[in-house]
């Protein structure tokens, strides 16, 4: 689903910084559980879209709640979110009439899950403690199973524009990517 591959500078970034990561991501998994929640709300005519958000929002939930314990155990706290410019920047893209909203929102969605996938099993491939290694493993599971579950959505919701604007965000996320400074976090 991606076009461009994370640099290897953000996994020795990430690696060096886990601590910054690990708290990146506890509000990833909150952002994440807050936008299945925002997606049930904004189309809840959507045949089936209102009992999956539901089911994501809750995993999310258990995604955060398993981060926030990992922060415990390391003495972090999780602080105040800065905020994440690539989610910000994709989300800029977002078209306003309703069907394309929904398309665009579905997409980007699908988008931010996969590169979560990326970056989490580089994770776990690249951390030293075996637990770590493990949870992030699982943890990228999820997340390809998110972005799936996006992608049939946005299929479903606009099956002839969706190859179409697929190439299109595909393509201003690689780009991106390729810009945007690389930080100690998940995006």
Known sequence: MLLAATSP?????????????????????KKAAAHALSMLAAFPNEPGL?????RLAREESGHLAQVLRLLEQRGLELGKDPGDPYAQ???KHVRAP?????????????LIED?????????????????????YQRLAEAEAGHGSLFVRFAKKAAPDAFEAR???????????IE?????AAIH
Do not use: G, N, Y
């Not at 209102?50 to 539901?54: G, I, T, V």
């Not at 810009?179 to 930080?183: E, G, H, M, Y």
């Open 9 to 29: 500078q953000w996994i020795k970034l990430a690696v060096e910084r886990f601590d910054a990561v690990l708290v990146d991501h506890a509000h990833c998994e």
């Open 50 to 54: 209102a009992r999956a958000m539901a």
């Open 89 to 91: 920047a994709l989300q």
């Open 98 to 110: 309703a069907q394309e909203r929904l398309l665009d929102k579905l997409l980007i969605s699908a």
């Open 115 to 135: 590169r979560s996938r990326e970056r989490l099993e580089l994770l776990a491939k690249h951390l030293s403690d075996p637990e770590l290694k493990t949870f």
């Open 166 to 176: 697929f190439a299109e965000l595909r393509a201003i996320e690689a780009r991106l």
């Open 179 to 183: 810009t945007l400074p690389i930080r």
